[in-house]
């Protein structure tokens, strides 16, 4: 079924959070003031001066940046879904009849891995698994992780590989992240318990420094790192499987030879679960979808359901996130929360507990933090049975919200209302996030098909524009840059899709 919930649900929070940010304190600002004082002749002045207060720090990140690229060191879409409000999705144009210009590599991407169903094959790229692609030196790059284990740069016209792939110990499922500030560095976790930051710039991918999972307690759950890091300030934010939200100082810098190095900080581990989500869903309560921040916040759901949103300004002062946001969708919601322009959050969940609270909440929900106590605008049922629901993350477009269901369904909601205005069906599970250019829709599906559709009026079903076959269930998100697609697909293959020459 899939329908508009009633959107007075009760968000069912706990007593320790739910709290808004206090109202800043007017800074002092320097006077001087004339103060009288008996005289004994000729008068005389006493002056005070109150010294001015300590600037206020802008925001981590910018929360009029919404929709835009992720600053301007470094042209390109760099993280999943491009920017810390994972609200970029690339530069057009698109493509207008699109067709795959090369494969990578000249066999399968594949490897062996284990999972609650024992130890199988594992080939291609899958959830979440975009591509970065930026501009270096005048040339074009594009960086993935892949079920062979490995993270591959490649000359993103070409395809030929600038380097070595550097092989990790495990499957790589998640979005790497390119330093949005021109280092020549790569952040990536594996599932080998593994974050690392990998350098380029000595003609080979090379290790600098990884943190493992299982470094800190309290631990809950996995050691797999999906989420795609976020680089703001010299710091860099993320989530993990072991449930917990960490704050890292990098240290980067340049040595005697040139080469780019870091020297990591670890300022703070805290866990993304409370006593209250743990007693109403188990211990899975890991952290699979990428950090969201918006001006101080950053918000971060996890498999038990639970949204959290920090506060980062005590990072500043040396001092742990604080968290100020709390809201349970019931259950496990691994997209990433986005944030739109006026500062709503979109979150989607799958439904695989069959709970109250995922019955009442539903699938996707459009949510207000500057209401905390009940911060829930409206909600949409997307769920046909167990294990249906979204794995997709939400992509806002104009006065839509567009979202993906493992069922194959692509709903176009009213931003404003959640009502649904149409609805797309495509061979499922679609896993892959929307991505829109130039009001362009592009969206892979389970049937190893690439889709283009006409968004230029979203008040009816968007008309496809073209369609791509490139082999195997894309779980992957594509990328859009200039006149080029890329995107990894279940098949083992890596591709480039663009208009024939």
């Known amino acids: ?84 409000t994972r609200s970029f999705y690339g530069v057009g144009p698109v493509p207008a009849a699109p067709r795959v210009q090369w494969s990578y590599p000249a066999q399968k991407m594949c490897s062996l891995s284990s999972d609650p169903e024992g130890e199988r094959e594992w080939c291609g790229t899958g959830w979440t698994g975009q591509p970065a692609v930026w501009e270096r030196g005048g040339e074009l790059w594009v960086a993935f992780g892949a079920y062979d284990r490995a993270v591959h740069v490649l000359d993103g016209v070409t395809g030929e590989p600038r ?49 493992d999972a ?26 993990g499987e072991n449930s917990n939200f960490h704050s890292i100082r990098l240290h980067r810098s340049y040595g005697p030879d040139g080469f780019v190095t870091v020297a990591p900080e670890v300022l703070s581990v805290i866990p993304g679960w409370d006593d209250e989500l743990r007693r109403a869903v ?15 916040i950053a918000y971060a759901a996890n498999s038990g359901g639970l949204i959290n949103g920090w506060d980062l300004a005590p990072v500043r002062r040396g001092e742990a996130p604080e968290r100020v946001f709390r809201f349970w969708t ?6 990433t929360v986005v944030v739109d322009d006026e500062g709503f959050l979109y ?26 106590d009940d911060p829930l605008v409206w909600s949409v049922a997307a769920r046909n049975g167990i294990d249906t629901g979204v794995w997709a993350t939400p992509a806002v477009h104009r006065d839509l919200v567009i979202v993906p269901t493992a069922d194959g369904r692509v709903l176009g909601l009213d ?31 389970c049937g190893g098909v690439l889709h283009g559709f006409d968004l230029s009026d979203t008040s009816v079903a968007p008309p496809e524009l073209w369609s791509t076959p490139v082999g195997g269930c894309i779980e992957s998100t594509p990328v859009v840059w200039k006149n080029r697609i890329w ?7 890596f591709h480039m899709i663009s208009d024939p020459s």
């Open 282 to 296: 188990g211990d899975n309560v890991s952290i699979e979808s990428s950090v969201t921040i918006v001006g101080d």
């Open 330 to 335: 019931g259950d496990d919601t691994d997209a």
């Open 347 to 372: 979150a989607a969940s799958e439904y695989e507990r069959g709970n109250d609270r995922s019955i009442a909440v539903g699938q996707i929900m459009k949510l207000d933090p500057r209401r905390p």
């Open 163 to 211: 380097m070595a792939p550097f092989v990790t110990g495990d499957l790589i499922k998640g979005t790497l992240t390119v330093d949005p500030d021109g280092h020549p560095l790569i952040y990536v976790g594996s599932r080998d318990n593994r974050l690392r930051v990998l350098s380029f710039d000595r003609g080979e991918l090379v290790e600098l420094w990884a943190l």
């Open 214 to 239: 299982q470094a800190f307690l309290p631990r809950v759950w996995n050691d797999d790192w999906d989420g795609s890091p976020l680089i703001l300030d010299d710091h860099m934010f993320v989530g």
């Open 1 to 84: 079924m899939i329908g508009a919930v009633a959107t007075a649900c009760s968000s069912t929070a706990s007593e320790e959070a739910l709290r808004l940010l206090p109202e800043p304190t007017p800074s002092p600002v320097a006077t001087t003031t004339a103060i009288p004082t008996p005289t004994l002749g000729p008068a005389t002045q006493a002056v005070v001066v109150v010294p001015a207060a300590a600037p206020t720090p802008a925001p981590w990140y910018d929360p009029d940046s919404v929709g835009e690229p992720w600053g301007n060191a470094v042209r390109g879409v760099l993280t999943f879904r491009g920017s810390p």
């Open 487 to 493: 995107v990894g697909t279940r098949g083992g293959f």
């Open 415 to 445: 931003r404003a209302t959640g009502e649904t205005r149409w609805t797309l069906r495509l061979p499922g599970p679609v896993w892959s996030s929307p991505v829109i250019v130039d009001d362009v829709l592009v969206q892979g599906d």
